[in-house]
């Protein structure tokens, strides 16, 4: 299984960014396909996730600002970013499972694979 993900940037506050996670080596439509961000000096925080039925998560920071889509003929994953602020800069990472369930769609330990991670840079 690989997870390859691209679109990260440097980006001026307001602005926006598209994330790619492309997958391979896994049944796409039956996983749970998340994006986690990691700043300096802090833990991995969820950002939104996007399940096999389609329903989709975010953490409240992000709520009407990022959008997690999913291309099932792709089989790739996108975080569309809109009105970046500062703190939003982070290392961002995708993420899939296929056994994560709802309550547990915002742990990071419950998804088996991981790619390697996009910078994401946003200045005032």
């Known amino acids: 299984v690989q997870l390859q993900a691209s679109g990260g940037g440097l980006v001026q506050a307001g602005g926006s960014l598209r994330l790619s996670c492309a997958t391979s080596g896994l049944t796409f439509s039956r996983y749970t396909m998340a994006w986690f961000r990691q700043a300096p000096g802090k833990e991995r925080e969820f950002v939104a996730a996007?399940?096999?039925?389609?329903?989709?998560h975010y953490v409240d920071s992000v709520k009407g600002r990022f959008t997690i889509s999913r291309d099932s003929a792709k089989n790739t994953v996108y975080l569309q970013m809109n009105n970046l602020k500062p703190e939003d800069t982070a290392v961002y990472y995708c993420?899939?499972?296929?056994?994560?369930?709802?309550?547990?769609?915002?742990?990071?330990?419950?998804?088996?694979?991981w790619g390697q991670g996009t910078l994401v840079t946003v200045s005032s």
């Open positions: 996007i399940r096999w039925t389609s329903s989709t």
């Open positions: 993420a899939a499972d296929s056994g994560v369930i709802l309550s547990t769609v915002k742990v990071p330990s419950q998804y088996d694979y």
